[in-house]
């Protein structure tokens, strides 16, 4: 398997659920990132990783949490969101997190949605 | 606040004509500025990136790149219905830790046959 996947590709869960997104990229990449992408607004950067360790939180609630136990590997765990949260889940990766020409490879996304 | 505008259309053009998709960014010290397309449901895939003044070619694409107008554009030439997505502009800045792309809103383009 190639490229970054993710898991699941739709979740639906209520405020006070617990539940984890998951992401691999199979790229062999040193950098990985958490997207949200809700309607009529830009992509934001959640969260970045490189080399496991977390380099950037973009002031993101403490109901998420994010999880790297390895360079391949990403999580996010949620808990009590609430509706405002229900977006596209995007993960990406890159080669290098500095290298100015490192584009992201995204997966194809969690689509959320909070009841 | 780094900012990445892009105007959201829908943009309509006619099979096999042009289509000029334009984006502004107000960081100054961005050096890097890549183009995405993204089917509706779809996550974006990297189609142009491009790092110094003036055109790159590849394919039908054309990117060019003006730092002195802080202004990138994405010219398609002989546009399909297949090229009907959105374009997203994103826009990175070297020398800071921890930076990842800054990305626009999109601009959705709608090509009739």
């Known amino acids: 398997e190639t490229g970054v996947t993710q898991t699941p590709r739709h979740l639906v869960m209520g405020m006070t659920n617990k539940k984890s997104l998951k992401c691999e990229q199979h790229l062999g990449h040193n950098a990985m990132y958490w997207y949200k992408q809700s309607a009529k607004k830009p992509l934001e950067l959640m969260f970045v990783y490189s080399l496991e360790e977390r380099v950037e939180n973009n002031s993101v609630p403490s109901r998420f949490s994010p999880e790297c136990p390895n360079s391949s590997h990403l999580f996010l765990h949620l808990h009590t969101l609430q509706p405002e949260d229900s977006a596209l889940y995007l993960c990406a990766s890159s080669q290098e997190l500095n290298s100015g020409g490192s584009p992201l490879h995204f997966g194809n996304g969690t689509r959320l949605t909070v009841t | 606040q780094k900012e990445v505008e892009q105007n959201s259309g829908p943009l309509s053009v006619p099979e096999g004509a042009i289509a000029s998709l334009n984006c502004t960014y107000s960081d100054r010290g961005s050096q890097s500025f890549f183009w995405y397309r993204q089917y509706s449901g779809k996550s974006p895939e990297l189609i142009m990136s491009?790092?110094?003044?003036g055109d790159k070619e590849d394919g039908r694409f054309t990117a060019q790149l003006n730092k002195a107008s802080q202004y990138v554009s994405l010219l398609i030439r002989d546009s399909q219905p297949s090229d009907s997505a959105t374009y997203l502009c994103?826009?990175?800045?070297?020398?800071?830790?921890?930076?990842?792309?800054?990305f626009g809103k999109g601009t959705t383009l709608s090509v009739s046959s």
């Open positions: 994103a826009v990175k800045q070297l020398g800071q830790a921890g930076t990842a792309l800054i």
């Open positions: 491009i790092y110094s003044n």
